[in-house]
């Protein structure tokens, strides 16, 4: 079946077996929103000049999230910086209307529970692995040396950038993820529109983490 970037992450982010995830939503929730622009950009309907994202494209891709997304990109006509986009875009909403997409299509199992018997909760454990398995064997691939596609070096650009790519792939080099991250897999405006977008939502992560430390402090 096809998913988007998000999806994909997603599936990285989740432990296969017990379904928790991996990292915290304060550093996955801004990857999904750099994920989704970073589609945009890959399918040519977005494209970074003079350090701003702009509508290039309006046509829509044939998914409720990416078309949403640049439908309210281009509504507001305005160029902005990808940090802007990133923290417009990515919510917790978000990160459910993905989980579910995934769990409609057999893809995850969603498993409902309650913390200390009171709070709500859900898991969401792997329920078809073949998604995963293809995604892991192209990110496994690029990150032992192959040339990536465009939708896997995206990919690894934002896992890197919420800190997931040490839990996913431990063993990975280090020095790969963060070539891979910076946009040197393709010297074109895709490739630096791509590593805009990963560093906007490595900002937003460390942002999100700070505020996070500051309220449990203050």
Known sequence: MSVTIAEELLLLAYS?????????????????????????A????????DKKLSVTDPTPLGDDELDTALARMAADGKERRPAWWVQKLHSTKLRRRLLTRLADAGVLAEQRGKVLGVFPTSRWPEADGRVEAEVRERVSSVLAGADPDAR?????????????????????????VKEIAEGAWAADAVAKTIAAINSAAMIAVTSAAIGVAASSSG
């Open 16 to 40: 296969e077996d017990d379904g928790k995830q991996l990292i915290g939503s304060t550093q996955l929730d801004p990857a999904l929103g750099g994920a989704i622009l970073a589609e945009l």
């Open 42 to 49: 890959v399918n040519d309907r977005i494209q970074l000049t």
């Open 152 to 176: 896997t070096a995206v990919l690894i650009a934002i896992a890197y950038a919420a800190k997931l790519d040490r839990k996913a792939f431990p063993g990975a080099s280090k020095e790969r």
